[in-house]
């Protein structure tokens, strides 16, 4: 359950950004995560409440955008992203290998309201 760890660093984040800025409240996050991160949605969503309880925080709406793994061809170097059953690149048909994109697991925007 690597959600709990994750959200509560999110958590972090968000209540030293809104007090940087001075708001008084945060109301959403918008958080990009790799597929092959597998972070479950409804389980991040669950611990970022438990954790935001108390703070400014509190009730923060989570969008999560997960992301596809990306391959790098190995001859021509394109980088794209990957298809089922497919590791073969789309424009010369060269061999792909796995890039550590698809992996990340980033706070893309905030959004704050409110003064402190
Ligand atoms: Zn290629």
Known sequence: MHEAGAAQAIVGMLVEEAGARGAGRVDAVHVVAGETGSYMEESLAFYLGFFAKGTRAE?????????KPKLTCSSCGLVFERRRFSFSCPECGGDAVITDLGDEFYIESIELSGSA
């Open 59 to 67: 009730g923060v709406r989570l969008d999560l955008r997960v992301v």
